[in-house]
């Protein structure tokens, strides 16, 4: 994935617009916060690091990975070339320097190696690679010392010396992420890309048993049987968010906290859920005769595994949660949420929240980065890259960021432009990672109540002021989940205004397991709302999803007011 914005520092941050001019605020201070272990103890730790550092920060640990990647590369080149003049690999029939030319590949390829593994956010599958090759690197150097023939290395090259050419290697484990999201299809195609297929014992062995799980695999009877559950923004600082202030009944009834939430992902997880898209659901499919129809799709999962699809509503960071004293700026005294999506120095998505204490921290602050970091540690929680809906609104701009016109009078041209641009790479990086971007309205009104000019208006101000922002999408999430018709087909001003302007998927929200319609035109899906409202007063409705008891967060306030 590229992305080819980041904001420079003295725009994106340590300035906040005060008393009608831009003012450096001198309390900011990062601190570097990613996902792991470690970084978890360098906030224990406090560890204070001026705001300048954060993209040093970032590029170093980028440099760090090139580096180890060079390494590993540099020594499987090295034994590789020990390897083809020596015992070879098998596969590698004819020229001995074939070995060595095919080894010297991925060296050369690496810059391109990091931004595809970077893309696709799985760590986990370059450093496994690396210690695949190592382990049969092992090998090879042993059957090399076997044959007696003279050493023209050191050990260290010896020791690293692979069986299978390091090319093929990376091909088995990027087959390998593919094959753990379900894409065996996929998987396979890449592994028969290797010219030398037929002849690498672990490409073959590799297939044989892809071939031999997808021929298990079990298509989803019914895709309208599909569940649609939805979040609102998560709340991190649950002390702030239950401050007993005029917002706090709100977000105990319409919101789940950062714990709730991680909760939900690994009792979903150890149920059997796995989530798929909406037009993994029901894909818009092309006809002898060239049009469109959107049929019921066809998701092959293995028995026992069961499809779900996942959205969040308004990840627009209002300020109402984010700033206390109407400056428009997050401040230490917001409500306790995460205040916007950024696009970290390495391209991952990542959030921005600021600490009851002033500390601005990035880190997996509200749903899609600690879903990211989820699908990281379990892959085969997400079936063929699906990630989730992000529906945003546009009356106060995208994603934490001022796209709002009104803001390019009051910022000037260039960091309004920032601010735009800085919008422009959160979304492209969402769609990468395989994120859908929704509508959801741009003022926030109930469809189903207000006329039909007002829903003209209201399509058309999305199209002018936020299509531009994050790209055209058929997506649309009727705000309080109110639809402009019942269960009958839709037809009417209403529906023509959203056709026209290019919807085609139209969600609404409702409380039962699943409620979907294919139409050939277009698709509709009833949501859930997964909130403190649902969790406290219908516990049973949610029992095929989880036990609220294993999720609910013990600092939430009881009883959740009533609605
Ligand atoms: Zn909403």
């Known amino acids: 994935m590229r992305v080819d914005f980041i904001m420079p520092e003295e725009e994106n941050q340590g300035v906040s617009w005060r008393n009608g001019k831009w003012e450096k605020r001198p309390d900011k201070f990062l601190i570097i916060h990613k996902s792991g272990k470690n970084a978890e103890k360098s906030i224990d730790k406090g560890q204070k690091i001026p705001y300048t550092g954060e993209k040093k920060a970032g590029e170093a640990n980028a440099g760090m990975e090139r580096i180890d990647r060079r390494r590993v590369w540099a020594l499987l080149l090295a034994a590789a070339i020990l390897a083809g003049c020596l015992a070879g690999c098998a596969q590698l029939t004819g020229d001995p320097f074939g070995n060595m030319k095919i080894a010297s590949r991925p060296a050369r390829q690496e810059p391109g190696e990091g931004e595809t593994s970077a893309s696709a956010g799985k760590p986990a599958a370059s450093s496994s690679a690396g210690g695949t090759a190592a382990q049969s690197g092992q090998k090879t150097a042993q059957t090399a010392e076997g044959t007696g023939k003279p050493e023209t290395g050191s050990s260290a090259q010896q020791t690293a010396?692979?069986?299978?050419?390091?090319?093929?290697?990376?091909?088995?484990?990027?087959?390998?992420?593919?094959?753990?999201?379900?894409?065996?299809?996929?998987?396979?195609?890449?592994?028969?890309?290797?010219?030398?297929?037929?002849?690498?014992?672990?490409?073959?062995?590799?297939?044989?048993?892809?071939?031999?799980?997808?021929?298990?695999?079990?298509?989803?009877?019914?895709?309208?049987?599909?569940?649609?559950?939805?979040?609102?923004?998560?709340?991190?600082?649950?002390?702030?968010?239950?401050?007993?202030?005029?917002?706090?009944?709100?977000?105990?009834?319409?919101?789940?906290?950062?714990?709730?939430?991680?909760?939900?992902?690994?009792?979903?997880?150890?149920?059997?859920?796995?989530?798929?898209?909406?037009?993994d659901m029901a894909?818009?499919?092309?006809?002898?005769?060239?049009?469109?129809?959107?049929?019921?799709?066809?998701?092959?999962?293995?028995?026992?595994?069961?499809?779900?699809?996942?959205?969040?509503?308004?990840?627009?960071?209002?300020?109402?949660?984010?700033?206390?004293?109407?400056?428009?700026?997050?401040?230490?005294?917001?409500?306790?949420?995460?205040?916007?999506?950024?696009?970290?120095?390495?391209?991952?998505?990542?959030?921005?929240?600021?600490?009851?204490?002033?500390?601005?921290?990035?880190?997996?602050?509200?749903?899609?980065?600690?879903?990211?970091?989820?699908?990281?540690?379990?892959?085969?929680?997400?079936?063929?890259?699906?990630?989730?809906?992000?529906?945003?609104?546009?009356?106060?701009?995208?994603?934490?960021?001022?796209?709002?016109?009104?803001?390019?009078?009051?910022?000037?041209?260039?960091?309004?432009?920032?601010?735009?641009?800085?919008?422009?790479?959160?979304?492209?990086?969402?769609?990468?990672?395989?994120?859908?971007?929704?509508?959801?309205?741009?003022?926030?009104?109930?469809?189903?109540?207000?006329?039909?000019?007002?829903?003209?208006?209201?399509?058309?101000?999305?199209?002018?002021?936020?299509?531009?922002?994050?790209?055209?999408?058929?997506i649309f999430l009727y705000p309080f989940g109110s639809d402009i018709a019942g269960a009958e087909d839709y037809s009417g001003p209403k529906f023509d205004a959203l056709y026209a302007a290019g919807y085609r998927y139209f969600c609404n929200v409702d409380g039962r397991d699943y409620w979907v319609q294919i139409h050939d035109g277009y698709v509709r899906q009833a949501r859930r709302n997964i909130d403190g409202y649902r969790m406290y007063y219908n516990p049973e409705m949610l029992d095929d999803l989880f036990a609220v008891k294993d999720v609910l967060d013990p600092a939430r306030p009881l009883p959740v007011p009533p609605i």
């Open 283 to 474: 894909p818009a499919v092309k006809q002898a005769d060239g049009t469109v129809r959107y049929e019921p799709g066809n998701i092959l999962l293995p028995a026992g595994k069961k499809p779900i699809i996942l959205s969040q509503d308004d990840v627009n960071y209002y300020e109402y949660m984010t700033d206390s004293d109407g400056d428009h700026f997050p401040d230490k005294k917001g409500d306790g949420f995460a205040d916007r999506l950024v696009v970290d120095a390495t391209g991952a998505l990542t959030c921005e929240y600021i600490t009851a204490e002033g500390a601005v921290l990035t880190g997996d602050y509200d749903l899609v980065p600690i879903l990211e970091s989820f699908i990281r540690q379990h892959p085969d929680f997400s079936y063929r890259g699906a990630r989730a809906i992000i529906g945003v609104t546009g009356y106060q701009g995208v994603f934490g960021y001022k796209t709002h016109p009104k803001w390019k009078g009051i910022l000037g041209d260039q960091a309004y432009g920032y601010q735009i641009k800085a919008a422009q790479a959160v979304a492209q990086s969402l769609k990468a990672h395989g994120y859908e971007i929704a509508s959801h309205s741009f003022g926030h009104p109930a469809y189903g109540e207000i006329s039909a000019d007002a829903v003209r208006w209201d399509v058309q101000k999305w199209e002018d002021e936020v299509q531009p922002v994050v790209g055209d999408t058929d």
């Open 161 to 279: 010396a692979p069986q299978t050419p390091p090319e093929a290697a990376a091909i088995l484990e990027k087959a390998k992420a593919l094959a753990a999201g379900y894409d065996y299809d996929a998987a396979l195609a890449l592994l028969r890309s290797y010219p030398d297929f037929d002849s690498c014992d672990e490409l073959v062995r590799a297939s044989a048993e892809f071939e031999s799980v997808k021929s298990a695999l079990v298509r989803w009877p019914d895709p309208t049987t599909i569940p649609h559950i939805f979040f609102h923004s998560l709340i991190v600082d649950t002390a702030r968010a239950f401050d007993g202030d005029s917002d706090s009944g709100g977000y105990n009834q319409y919101m789940c906290t950062v714990s709730e939430f991680r909760a939900i992902l690994q009792k979903l997880y150890e149920g059997g859920w796995v989530l798929v898209g909406i037009r």
